[in-house]
């Protein structure tokens, strides 16, 4: 099956800074790639997501990218505020399963 | 806008009883999935069910699990017999059909003493 690994696990920028977090995956069959943003006592929301035939994705500052060959995708936030303070987890689906299998989440810590 | 509902928001039992986590997925989603969250790790999927019946489950989806869409808007796990292992947080999904993004609600905290 699929394994996804994360890191960092834990991650701490000051408020205005970048923050990187890189996720790989082992199965070449998956196809969608969705990153999710946890805060404390909520279920994962969806923030940004992509598919294999694009190679890059961005949504004001937050953008991913996805690497098919090196089988590794990055989610990258610029311009880090407190309230982008949360778990973030990347996930991995396809080849015939819509069944994401998640990493194992990166707790982001703006400073102000 | 349209959001996944969980009750109850907290869940606190004694092992070896039955517990009933209930949640109303999105109105025009027909694909329901469960997961749960041990405390500090990764969420784990559990079972997902489409057209009243369960269309694929992890090992962790034992015999004391069970599912159940009792109405049209009602989508329940069952836990039997509760270990203290079971304790976490429990996840309901759901996303329309044809699509991949899985909507996931505020989540049921269970506690097993």
């Known amino acids: 099956g699929e394994n996804v690994e994360q890191h960092p696990s834990t991650l701490s920028v000051q408020e205005g800074d970048s923050a990187v977090i890189k996720c790989t995956y082992s199965?070449?069959?998956?196809?969608?790639f969705p990153w999710y943003k946890q805060e404390l006592g909520k279920g994962p929301q969806l923030i940004i997501d992509?598919?294999?035939?694009?190679g890059e994705k961005k949504d004001q500052r937050i953008a991913v990218t996805l690497n098919k060959t090196a089988k590794h995708f990055s989610l990258h936030i610029t311009e880090t505020q407190p309230e982008d303070s949360a778990v973030y987890f990347c996930?991995?689906?396809?080849?015939?399963?819509?069944?994401?299998?998640f990493g194992r989440g990166t707790s982001l810590i703006v400073h102000p | 806008e349209p959001e996944v509902t969980q009750t109850p928001s907290h869940q606190v039992t004694q092992m070896g009883q039955e517990v009933i986590l209930r949640c109303v997925p999105i109105?025009?989603?027909?694909?329901f999935y469960w997961y749960r969250q041990i405390l500090g790790q990764k969420v784990e999927f559990l079972v997902s069910?489409?057209?009243?019946?369960?269309?694929?489950k992890s090992e962790i989806f034992d015999d004391q699990f069970s599912v159940e869409r009792p109405d049209g808007s009602n989508f329940t796990l069952k836990i039997r017999s509760t270990k203290l292992e079971d304790s976490a947080m429990y996840f309901c999904?759901?996303?329309?059909?044809?699509?991949?993004?899985?909507?996931f609600g505020p989540g049921t905290r269970l506690l097993v003493l």
């Open positions: 996930a991995a689906s396809g080849g015939g399963s819509y069944i994401p299998t």
């Open positions: 199965d070449s069959a998956s196809n969608y």
């Open positions: 992509i598919r294999s035939n694009v």
């Open positions: 109105s025009n989603h027909l694909y």
């Open positions: 069910f489409y057209n009243n019946e369960i269309s694929e």
């Open positions: 999904a759901s996303i329309v059909t044809g699509g991949e993004t899985q909507y």
